[in-house]
Nanobody, 126 residues
Framework: QVQLVESGGGLVQAGGSLRLSCAAS????????MGWFRQAPGKEREFVAA????????SYPDSVKGRFTISRDNAKNTVYLQMNSLKPEDTAVYYC???????????????????WGQGTQVTVSS
């Protein structure tokens, strides 16, 4: 079992930056690929970024590529999402998730993730 706790959300102006963190419990953090997803009001959950267990593989959708960077520190059991050049359309609740099934990959589908955090709100004002 893995418990995930996100932090770092908040209110930022368009063009600004935020860094989200997701701290995982347990001693097997490096057994999981990690991902970030987001959900805006009235919209479906959307893939944002993913990273394999050793950081060797990452995935991003076109909507955030070049602006967001996912990274992880296995010694700290933490995955990060650096978000730059934020836009109002990035406003959403951001969730981190852990996938034990495809740890050597950077899965983009939410159905491949086994554990989810509670989410952290990111609001980008125009």
């Amino acid at each position: 079992q893995v418990q995930l706790v996100e932090s770092g959300g908040g209110l930022v102006q368009a063009g600004g930056s935020l860094r989200l963190s997701c701290a995982a419990s347990g001693r097997t953090f490096n057994s999981y690929a990690m991902g970030w997803f987001r959900q805006a009001p009235g919209k479906e959950r959307e893939f944002v970024a993913a990273i394999s267990w050793n950081g060797g593989s990452t995935s991003y959708p076109d909507s955030v590529k070049g602006r967001f960077t996912i990274s992880r520190d296995n010694a700290k059991n933490t995955v990060y999402l650096q978000m730059n050049s934020l836009k109002p359309e990035d406003t959403a609740v951001y969730y981190c998730a852990a996938s034990g099934r495809l740890k050597s990959f950077a899965p983009v589908s939410s159905v491949l993730y086994d554990y989810w955090g509670q989410g952290t709100q990111v609001t980008v004002s125009s």
